[in-house]
């Protein structure tokens, strides 16, 4: 844990420095408060988020009458951690129902970071002894397949898939159906994302998830989102959200921007919480993610 802290706080002091500088100034006028607003939307919290911290902080500094710098940050990494959502759960739902496989669709955006995380996860599944099965579900790339196919070799874990061009909802329905024989805890399902229309992928990917439920119940659709994205991101995330009930977020290349305030813009935005965190392009770079760890980190 506390190399997460480390890590993080490498990429997303700057944010927290940049706050802590300008409430450590004594009294602050208008302009030092537009400042720290600036601050907060550079870093991608988004409008909503940023006007209701600046109220509350300026409340809770007014009333208390604050004027040391220890107090103000104080107050501000307990606002930060409110805003970030202190009590949202954020376990992996990966455990099945009378013995059936839980069951965990990953979906996103190409090139956000699916296939790494299905594989990441994997490997923290298989660190806690749990049995894993992966499925090969994005069937348009002969590459993810591969791709994914070299992580559960690296893991240790067997993957399904079918022919290049097969039907993704098909390759699911195998995955989960031999989870369901061979008594695996988890099968981890990564599928496509081509996002070429809204309706192209709700079929897709609603097929995917229909199919499978024919095996047994998906226990969590896990959104993949590339935190150097931005606004693209959250509006490609809203896309998939309309699509399949998202119920956790894993964010992305967290190692690639100091924007970090995208964790709070995209909770707001689906109303689901980020789960993980990807901070690096390595195998063991997924983190849990965690609120107060992760405002430390910014604090840092
Ligand atoms: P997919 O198309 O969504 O399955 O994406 P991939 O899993 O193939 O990942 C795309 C690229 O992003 C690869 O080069 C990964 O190594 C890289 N990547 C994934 N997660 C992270 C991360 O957390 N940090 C960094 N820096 N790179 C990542």
Same mark, same amino acid.
């Given at each position: 844990?506390?190399?997460?802290?480390?890590?993080?706080?490498?990429?997303?002091?700057?944010?927290?420095?940049?706050?802590?500088?300008?409430?450590?100034?004594?009294?602050?006028?208008?302009?030092?408060?537009?400042?720290?607003?600036?601050?907060?939307?550079?870093?991608?919290?988004?409008?909503?988020?940023?006007?209701?911290?600046?109220?509350?902080?300026? /409340?809770?500094?007014?009333?208390?009458?604050?004027?040391?710098?220890?107090?103000?940050?104080?107050?501000?990494?307990?606002?930060?951690?409110?805003?970030?959502?202190?009590?949202?759960?954020?376990?992996?739902?990966?455990?099945?129902?009378?013995?059936?496989?839980?069951?965990?669709?990953?979906?996103?955006?190409?090139?956000?970071?699916?296939?790494?995380?299905?594989?990441?996860?994997?490997?923290?599944?298989?660190?806690?002894?749990?049995?894993?099965?992966?499925?090969?579900?994005?069937?348009?790339?002969?590459?993810?397949?591969?791709?994914?196919?070299?992580?559960?070799?690296?893991?240790?874990?067997?993957?399904?898939?079918?022919?290049?061009?097969?039907?993704?909802?098909?390759?699911?329905?195998?995955?989960?159906?031999?989870?369901?024989?061979?008594?695996?805890?988890?099968?981890?399902?990564?599928?496509?994302?081509?996002?070429?229309?809204?309706?192209?992928?709700?079929?897709?990917?609603?097929?995917?998830?229909?199919?499978?439920?024919?095996?047994?119940?998906?226990?969590?659709?896990?959104?993949?989102?590339?935190?150097?994205?931005?606004?693209?991101?959250?509006?490609?995330?809203?896309?998939?959200?309309?699509?399949?009930?998202?119920?956790?977020?894993?964010?992305?290349?967290?190692?690639?921007?100091?924007?970090?305030?995208?964790?709070? /813009?995209?909770?707001?935005?689906?109303?689901?919480?980020?789960?993980?965190?990807?901070?690096?392009?390595?195998?063991?770079?997924?983190?849990?993610?965690?609120?107060?760890?992760?405002?430390?980190?910014?604090?840092?």
């Amino acid at each position: 844990m506390m190399r997460l802290r480390a890590r993080l706080a490498r990429s997303q002091s700057s944010l927290g420095k940049g706050l802590l500088s300008l409430l450590g100034g004594g009294k602050l006028s208008d302009d030092d408060w537009e400042e720290i607003e600036d601050t907060l939307l550079a870093a991608d919290v988004g409008v909503g988020p940023t006007t209701e911290l600046v109220e509350n902080l300026r /409340a809770r500094l007014s009333t208390e009458g604050v004027s040391d710098t220890d107090r103000a940050r104080t107050i501000l990494r307990e606002e930060l951690i409110g805003l970030v959502g202190p009590s949202l759960d954020r376990t992996l739902h990966s455990t099945g129902d009378d013995g059936a496989p839980g069951v965990v669709l990953v979906v996103g955006v190409n090139g956000t970071g699916k296939t790494t995380t299905v594989g990441r996860l994997a490997r923290v599944l298989v660190a806690e002894e749990k049995t894993v099965l992966l499925g090969a579900a994005d069937t348009f790339r002969a590459a993810a397949a591969d791709q994914l196919e070299t992580w559960g070799e690296r893991v240790g874990v067997p993957t399904v898939r079918g022919p290049e061009g097969g039907d993704p909802a098909s390759v699911g329905f195998d995955a989960v159906k031999r989870g369901i024989t061979e008594g695996t805890d988890v099968v981890l399902v990564d599928t496509a994302g081509r996002l070429h229309t809204k309706a192209g992928l709700m079929d897709e990917l609603g097929k995917v998830k229909r199919v499978v439920e024919k095996q047994a119940p998906v226990t969590e659709v896990l959104l993949v989102i590339d935190a150097t994205t931005g606004q693209n991101g959250l509006t490609q995330a809203r896309v998939f959200s309309e699509v399949v009930d998202v119920t956790g977020v894993v964010l992305t290349k967290l190692d690639g921007t100091a924007k970090g305030g995208i964790v709070v /813009a995209v909770q707001r935005e689906l109303g689901v919480p980020v789960k993980f965190v990807g901070l690096g392009e390595g195998a063991d770079d997924l983190a849990p993610f965690d609120a107060e760890e992760f405002v430390d980190a910014l604090l840092a």
